[in-house]
């Protein structure tokens, strides 16, 4: 266990931001913390990393070594961007040469070595403080990662970087959590999803679960060789059907076979075109947030 969390609420004023009755991550897992605008997610990380308070309840981790990389810019502007990466690796403990090696190398790592890193860092690009952040939460090298919305701004060569680095550290051990609107950049990254939906956690368990839990339709489309009218249709139970022209747009349940599909079209009719609408963690978060 990296993270457990018990009874805890954070309110603001009347607002009840968080709620979350247990809550108990595993060490060594990369989970999603997904949920609408507002839903609580920073205020969760915010709570774990340590830099705000529960109004109530309890927050423990197995390691006081967590790297917080918040959503919000928080650089120091009066040092060069090269300090701030080096603080990161002297906040983990390190000194002397450890320190400038683990920040060189939590540089190259985020695709900076060209970037004016001499300077202060108003210098640098959006996309380039961005990963100074990344770059200094890994130079702690922490058992906890605490990622929030960190893949805004990337482009997708530093994008492939960030999710590489992610995948090395959970390889070691760590326990990362990452918060994203992002969804197909952290698809295939996230093992466990934690989906917050006004503040309270409404699901937790792993990706596949959370997309086999909220996604049970999908959208099938056919085309084919001339126009069809509706009433040529054969039907197929618990689906719906709409015709434009040659297409054949199908709302069907997940799964739906595509014999099945097949059985429901004109007879002389040859198709041209078969297309299911992708499933994955877009979909599910979409039905999860209703
Ligand atoms: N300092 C604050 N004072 C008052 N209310 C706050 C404060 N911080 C957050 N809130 C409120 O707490 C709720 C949760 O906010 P939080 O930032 O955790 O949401 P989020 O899920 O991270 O949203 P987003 O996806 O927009 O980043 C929101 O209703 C927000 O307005």
């Known amino acids: 266990m990296a993270i457990r969390v018990s009874g805890a609420q954070k309110r603001y004023g009347d607002h009840v931001a968080l ?3 247990e809550l108990e991550i595993p060490s060594g897992r990369v989970v999603g913390l ?5 839903a609580g997610k920073s205020t969760l990380i915010d709570l774990i990393a340590g830099v705000s308070s529960p109004t109530r309840g309890h927050i423990e981790t197995a390691s006081s070594k967590i790297g917080w990389c918040s959503q919000r810019l928080v650089i120091d502007w009066f040092v060069s961007g090269w300090m701030n990466v080096w603080l990161g690796a002297c906040l983990a403990g390190l000194s002397g040469s450890q320190a400038k090696e683990a920040t ?4 190259t790592q ?3 070595d060209d970037a004016k890193l001499d300077s202060t860092p108003e210098v640098l690009s959006g996309g380039q403080q961005q990963r100074l952040m990344i770059a200094r939460t890994f130079a702690m090298n922490p058992d906890i990662y605490l990622l929030d919305e ?5 482009d997708i ?7 590489q680095r992610v995948r090395e550290v959970r390889a070691d051990g760590a326990t990362v ?7 197909e950049a952290v ?3 996230i093992d466990d999803v934690i989906f917050l939906a006004g503040g309270r956690v409404t699901f937790f368990g792993s990706r596949r679960d959370f997309t086999d839990t909220f996604v049970t339709r999908e959208v099938i489309r056919v085309v084919v060789d001339r126009p069809v009218d509706r009433e040529e249709l054969g039907e197929i139970p618990g689906c719906s059907m709409e015709v434009d022209g040659t297409a054949v747009v199908i709302d069907a349940p997940r799964g739906t076979d595509f014999a099945a599909v097949l059985s429901c079209l004109p007879a002389d009719a040859d198709v041209r075109e078969y297309a299911r609408q992708p499933v994955g963690l877009r979909q599910a978060v979409k039905w999860a947030s209703q």
């Open 150 to 154: 960190p893949t805004v701004g990337l």
């Open 177 to 183: 959590i990452v918060s994203s609107h992002e969804f």
């Open 34 to 38: 997904l949920g609408e605008n507002g």
């Open 104 to 107: 060189d190398r939590a540089i």
């Open 187 to 189: 698809e295939d990254l």
């Open 157 to 163: 060569g530093n994008l492939e970087r960030f999710t």
């Open 110 to 112: 985020a695709g900076l």
């Open 19 to 21: 709620d979350i009755a």
